[in-house]
């Protein structure tokens, strides 16, 4: 095992101590390490997350089960067209796209580049949202007053396509969505997006088993090391304000697509 394997291992541990922390936010981290730490092509790399993304969030659904700050029917309305949405980009949509995309002079624009620049144009606006105070959701939606399922099933199947291009779990989309379109508090709306996460990410993987190879035995040790990570994440959070740490881990994810962008690039 060299430097870097030994580093995507540890990054499996900060994917979940983060989880455990900040309550979210830390899977976006999962393709870039799969990628450029254990060397696994972008496609492999983004079936990978989403079973990560997926197993993780059932923890931290479990969890806000139990406290009650699950909203079942406003999670089903919202999952239906994610689920139909992610399973469909992953089995059908995802294999079709051609390897060669196209060239400009010299460059060749590829399927790996493509999936790799969506995911930091992805990881750029959940930076956004970590970094931006929580405050303002809550504002607009005290100045809201329609209950709008229509536009939740619309978001549920456009957030499902971005699951399943770049295998995060979406939660940036989600969370907003729950507050703004189904009037939900801020703890039951985080607690909602981590079901549907789960469930979603999950069904999306079952995609890509009829795709690909999966090596499970990494795939396995990878989530149990970020599930550890999960725990040892909210045991810290009883001594450590997660919200503040919230905006400087959202920082590092903006720099990090900005890394992704520049290498893909150039």
Do not use: H
């Not at 239906?80 to 390897?99: C, D, E, M, N």
């Amino acid at each position: 095992m060299d430097i870097t394997q030994i580093l995507g291992y540890f990054g499996a541990l900060l994917i979940g101590v983060v989880l455990g922390l900040i309550g979210g936010g830390g899977s976006i981290l999962t393709v870039p390490i799969f990628v450029y730490l254990m060397v696994i092509n972008p496609v492999t790399a983004t079936a990978y997350s989403l079973f990560v993304v997926g197993v993780s969030s059932a923890f931290g659904a479990f969890q806000n089960i139990k406290k009650g700050l699950v909203d079942f029917k406003t999670a089903i309305i919202f999952a239906i067209p994610a689920f139909i949405a992610v399973y469909l980009t992953r089995r059908f949509l995802i294999p079709i796209i051609p390897s060669e995309m196209f060239t400009f002079g010299n460059f060749i624009f590829t399927k790996d580049i493509a999936i790799m620049l969506f995911f930091a144009i992805i990881m750029a606006l959940a930076s956004f949202t970590m970094i931006r105070d929580k405050k303002e959701y809550r504002a607009i939606a005290s100045e809201t007053t329609i209950f709008n399922y229509p536009l939740i099933l619309i978001e549920g199947f456009v957030v499902g396509i971005l699951t399943g291009f770049v295998g995060a779990g979406g939660g940036f989309l989600i969370i907003p969505a729950l507050v703004l379109l189904a009037k939900l508090p801020m703890k039951k709306a985080v607690g909602t997006s981590l079901l549907i996460i789960a469930v979603k990410s999950l069904i999306g993987f079952i995609g890509d088993v009829e795709n690909l190879e999966i090596e499970w035995t990494f795939l396995l040790i990878f989530t149990a090391i970020s599930v550890i990570g999960i725990f040892i994440g909210t045991y810290f959070s009883n001594f450590i304000d997660g919200k503040k740490l919230k905006k400087g881990f959202g920082w590092f994810v903006l720099i990090m697509a900005i890394y992704i962008i520049i290498k893909e690039l150039f």
